[in-house]
C-alpha cells in the first residue's frame, strides 16, 4: 500500500464518522455542513487525483533549519492560471553574499511529489554556502509537457529577478533534480527560448543554468521504458508513444545537447528498474562527442534511489556537492580530486 492508499483510507474513516448522523435535532442541523465537507473531501480525492496527497503533505509542519540557515517558506515565484506555485527558500546566516543559488527539483513521475521532499538537500547547500530553493510545479495528469519545465524556468528567472532581494549571484545558477526532476534539471541544462517556448511577462530574463545534478532522471524519452515508467511517460505528455512519437522525441534532453551546455553529474543505480542505467550511460557518451563537460556516478547494483553499497550513495552525495560548489565558483576545480 502507497501513501496515497494510506490518505484515500484515512479520508473514507472520516467520512463515515462525519456523514452517519444521529437521531437528535442536532445531529440534522449540521447535516448541511457535513455535506460540504464530503464535497471538499470529493475534490481533494478526484479533482486533484493523487496529487491530493502531495497538498496535504505540504501543510505538514516542517523539519527544523540548522541553525546556520535561515529558511523562507511558500514564497510565490509564478502564478498559473488560479494557481500559485511556490518555492521555499534555504539562505546562509553566515557570509555577506551575493551567493550562488540551486534550484532543487522534486521527483514523483511528474505527477506527484512537493517541494518539501528536498528540504535534506536545500540545507546542505544552504550550509555551504549557497542560496537553495526547492519549488512547486505543475503535475500530470492535468497538466502536460511544457507545463513542468515552463515552470522550472519560470523559477530560475525569478531568482534573476530578485537577485538583489534574495542576495544571489544572478551569473550563477544550478540545477538538482531526482527522477522526474532530475529529467527537468537537465531539460534547464540543455535548452534555452529557442528551443523551447516559454511564458510569462519576464521571458526576456535568462533560464540558463551553470551545472546541473540529474540523479537517476531519464535523459531520452523516446526509448522505451518500463512499463510503470512508460505510464507514467504518457501522462505527462498527454499522450501514447503511438499517438505522438514527436512528444517523447521533444521532451528528451538527450536531444537538446549543444557544445557550450552546463557542466552535468549524472547519479545512477546499475540495477534501476524505474529509469534503466543505460539512460544515463548513453547520456554520457552524448556528451563526450560533442565535449559537454558530464561526470557518471555509477551505483553499483544499487536500484532507483537505493539499495546497493550505502558507501557508494554516501560518496556520490559528497561528490555531487564538490561538482556544484565547484562550479558556482565556492571551491577550486582542483578540490574535486577527479
Known amino acids: 500500500m502507497n501513501k496515497f492508499d494510506n490518505f484515500k483510507g484515512s479520508v473514507l474513516l472520516w467520512l463515515r464518522k462525519i456523514f452517519l448522523p444521529g437521531r437528535s435535532?442536532?445531529?440534522?442541523?449540521?447535516?448541511?455542513?457535513?455535506?460540504?465537507?464530503?464535497?471538499?473531501?470529493?475534490?481533494?480525492?478526484?479533482?486533484?487525483?493523487?496529487?491530493?496527497?502531495?497538498?496535504?503533505?505540504?501543510?505538514?509542519?516542517?523539519?527544523?533549519?540548522?541553525?546556520?540557515?535561515?529558511?523562507r517558506r511558500n514564497v510565490v515565484y509564478v502564478q498559473r492560471d488560479w494557481q500559485n506555485l511556490k518555492m521555499d527558500i534555504a539562505t546562509p546566516k553566515q557570509g555577506h553574499g551575493p551567493f550562488p543559488a540551486?534550484?532543487?527539483?522534486?521527483?514523483?513521475?511528474?505527477?506527484?511529489?512537493?517541494?518539501?521532499?528536498?528540504?535534506?538537500?536545500?540545507?546542505?547547500?544552504?550550509?555551504?554556502?549557497?542560496?537553495?530553493?526547492?519549488?512547486?510545479?505543475?503535475?500530470?495528469?492535468?497538466?502536460?509537457?511544457?507545463?513542468?519545465?515552463?515552470?522550472?524556468k519560470a523559477a530560475v528567472r525569478f531568482l534573476r529577478t530578485h537577485a538583489k532581494e534574495l542576495n544571489i549571484d544572478p551569473l550563477?545558477?544550478?540545477?538538482?533534480?531526482?527522477?522526474?526532476?532530475?529529467?527537468?534539471?537537465?531539460?534547464?541544462?540543455?535548452?534555452?527560448?529557442?528551443?523551447?517556448?516559454?511564458?510569462?511577462?519576464?521571458?526576456?530574463?535568462?533560464?540558463?543554468?551553470?551545472?546541473?545534478?540529474?540523479?537517476?532522471?531519464?535523459?531520452?524519452?523516446?526509448?522505451?521504458l518500463p512499463a510503470d515508467s512508460e505510464l507514467s511517460a504518457e501522462k505527462f505528455i498527454g499522450k501514447t508513444r503511438l499517438q505522438n512519437p514527436e512528444s517523447f522525441e521533444k521532451a528528451s534532453p538527450i536531444n537538446y545537447l549543444t557544445a557550450g551546455d552546463a557542466p552535468t553529474m549524472i547519479i545512477h543505480g546499475t540495477r534501476d528498474q524505474i529509469v534503466p542505467y543505460e539512460q544515463a550511460t548513453e547520456f554520457l557518451e552524448a556528451c563526450k562527442k560533442?565535449?559537454?563537460?558530464?561526470?557518471?556516478?555509477?551505483?553499483?547494483?544499487?536500484?532507483?534511489g537505493g539499495g546497493g553499497n550505502i558507501d557508494e550513495w554516501n560518496s556520490s552525495m559528497v561528490q555531487m556537492e564538490k561538482f556544484l560548489l565547484s562550479h558556482l565558483k565556492l571551491l577550486p576545480s582542483s578540490a574535486l580530486g577527479l
Not at 27 to 45: N, R
Not at 290 to 304: P, R, S, W
Open 25 to 71: 435535532f442536532l445531529d440534522f442541523a449540521l447535516l448541511p455542513w457535513k455535506i460540504l465537507l464530503v464535497l471538499l473531501a470529493v475534490f481533494s480525492l478526484v479533482v486533484l487525483g493523487r496529487g491530493g496527497y502531495g497538498y496535504c503533505t505540504a501543510w505538514q509542519s516542517y523539519p527544523a533549519a540548522p541553525a546556520t540557515v535561515e529558511l
Open 102 to 152: 540551486v534550484v532543487c527539483i522534486h521527483g514523483g513521475a511528474w505527477k506527484s511529489g512537493n517541494k518539501k521532499e528536498m528540504l535534506p538537500c536545500l540545507y546542505a547547500l544552504a550550509q555551504q554556502g549557497c542560496v537553495a530553493v526547492s519549488i512547486d510545479y505543475r503535475l500530470a495528469p492535468n497538466h502536460h509537457f511544457l507545463d513542468q519545465i515552463d515552470d522550472c
Open 172 to 224: 550563477h545558477i544550478g540545477a538538482v533534480g531526482s527522477s522526474a526532476g532530475g529529467h527537468l534539471a537537465l531539460l534547464l541544462g540543455t535548452t534555452d527560448t529557442k528551443e523551447l517556448p516559454i511564458s510569462g511577462d519576464d521571458i526576456k530574463v535568462s533560464s540558463a543554468v551553470e551545472v546541473v545534478v540529474n540523479l537517476a532522471g531519464p535523459t531520452d524519452l523516446s526509448k522505451d
Open 290 to 304: 560533442i565535449g559537454v563537460e558530464c561526470q557518471l556516478l555509477a551505483i553499483k547494483n544499487g536500484g532507483h
